[in-house]
């Protein structure tokens, strides 16, 4: 079942406050894995998908910080 969560950073771009949503998914190995789908900045910046996996996503395929279970 997919869950989401919010996180709170600065923006990259202009450092404002910005929220970070994340989709979680249970991997092929079951454990949690985290991907940043969506971003909204305070004053308004936006991000293509590219840019947030860039920005918040470059954990590498098979690793990430999900607990070994
Ligand atoms: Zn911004």
């Known amino acids: ?6 996180t709170w950073t600065d923006c990259p771009t202009c450092g404002d406050r910005a929220a970070v949503g994340w989709q ?12 940043p789908t969506t971003f909204d900045c305070n004053s308004g910046c936006t991000m293509t998908d590219l840019q947030v ?3 918040f996503g470059g954990r590498g395929p098979g690793g990430g910080p999900a607990r070994p279970r």
């Open 53 to 55: 996996i860039y920005w």
């Open 1 to 6: 079942m997919p869950d989401e969560r919010i």
């Open 24 to 35: 979680i998914d249970r991997g092929p190995d079951g454990g949690l894995q985290e991907a």
